[in-house]
């Protein structure tokens, strides 16, 4: 899946009040792109030293760590450099090198965060990066912000050798996935999966177990997946503002389906190999 990026090592350990030094990475996003390296051998997040000159410090926050070697994000950027170039952040899913693809993911959840926080949803005075810990904090009145993760649940609806498959309204190919939402305000795990069911495919299930899970940067999710079981004959009534199609399929004979990457080709992958 994107974060298995072994033997690489990510480490989301905050430093206080970290200083960049020339081969640190640095992570920047401009309208749902990713500003990267590129040359004849491929594509790589920049280090400190790729950007010349100085960096205004005010407007960088230290995210993690790979390998050792620390990560900021920069907020603002607005120098030119032949070095570099936006590309959209669906690059990264197939992005070769594994462990950059993952931790450019993950900074994109973290400058969205930033983003939807830089104005105070208080007083609306401009937010400032603390640099003792991971937060977003209003100059003027104090409310600090930290990350969100949304939690949401992907499940594999099965009938023997039968898997319920969906194609969403926005999904940027054809291929088809599982049943997923976020978990609503006072509901379990379990809950969510049956009421999703329920609410995007019209059926029933039962038999729902944990399957496990995956952090999800590119929506800010932590995808939380578990199979469930269902009775075919039920009618599919789908939700048309989610939904294009849904039905089931044979193991044997499956539609396009997400890569390994996500947690929703693991899962269809994992029923399809008895386990």
Known sequence: MLHDIEPHIFNNRFIENAAEHENDYILHYKNNAILLLGNETGHGIPRRRDFGGSIDTTQTMHVFTLNGQNCFLLRDYDGNNECFAYHDHAFLRTMPCREFAYIGAVGIHIANWVSDNAYCSRCG?????????????????????????????????????????????HFRSAFYSLIAGYVDVGETLEQAVVREAKEEAGIDVTNVRYFGNQPWPFSGSQMIGFFAEADETQPIVICEDELHDAKWFPIDNLPEIPGVISIAGEMIRAFKNGK
């Open 125 to 169: 005075s401009k937010t400032d990066l603390k640099k003792t810990e991971r937060a977003v904090i209003c100059p003027s009145c104090g409310f600090t912000v930290y990350p969100k993760i949304s939690p949401a649940v992907i499940a594999a609806i099965t009938c023997n050798d039968k898997i319920l498959l969906a194609r969403g309204k």
